[in-house]
C-alpha cells in the first residue's frame, strides 16, 4: 500500500485546514485508517483514526477540534482540523491498518505550521 498525504500549509491559531491522504496499490487489504503526527524534538502520535464502518477514535489533544473521515470507495482518508493551536504545529501523516497491524514505512507527510 501506498500513501500520499497533502494539504498542509502554513495557518494562523484558530484557523482551519483539511488534510486529505490517497491510498493505492493493496487497498483491498486495508480496515482502519488513520492520521499520526510527529513535531520537533517529539515522538509519532497517532491523532485520529476510523474503522471501515466509520467508527472514529481521537486523541484527547485534538477531541471536539478535529474530525476524520473516509471515502472507503476512492481509498481516501481525510481529516478536518478547526480551532488550530501552535501546538498542532507537525508533519502530519496516513497510515492504514493491514492485517491487523499500522504498517511501519511511512509515506510523505505534510506539514502544518500554526502560528500564534
Known amino acids: 500500500v501506498q500513501l500520499q498525504a497533502s494539504g498542509g500549509g502554513l495557518v494562523q491559531a484558530g484557523g482551519s485546514l483539511r488534510l486529505s491522504c490517497a491510498a493505492s496499490?493493496?487497498?483491498?487489504?486495508?480496515?482502519?485508517m488513520g492520521w499520526y503526527r510527529q513535531a520537533p524534538g517529539k515522538q509519532r502520535e497517532l491523532v485520529a483514526a476510523?474503522?471501515?464502518?466509520?467508527?472514529?477514535s481521537y486523541a484527547d489533544s485534538v477531541k471536539g477540534r478535529f474530525t476524520i473521515s473516509r471515502d472507503n470507495a476512492k481509498n481516501l482518508v481525510y481529516l478536518q482540523m478547526n480551532s488550530l493551536k501552535a501546538e498542532d504545529t507537525a508533519v502530519y501523516y496516513c497510515?492504514?491498518?493491514?492485517?491487523?497491524?499500522?504498517?511501519?514505512?511511512w509515506g510523505q507527510g505534510t506539514l502544518v505550521t500554526v502560528s500564534s
Open positions: 476510523i474503522t471501515r464502518g466509520g467508527i472514529t
Open positions: 496499490g493493496s487497498i483491498f487489504s486495508i480496515n482502519a
Open positions: 497510515n492504514v491498518v493491514v492485517a491487523g497491524s499500522w504498517l511501519t514505512s
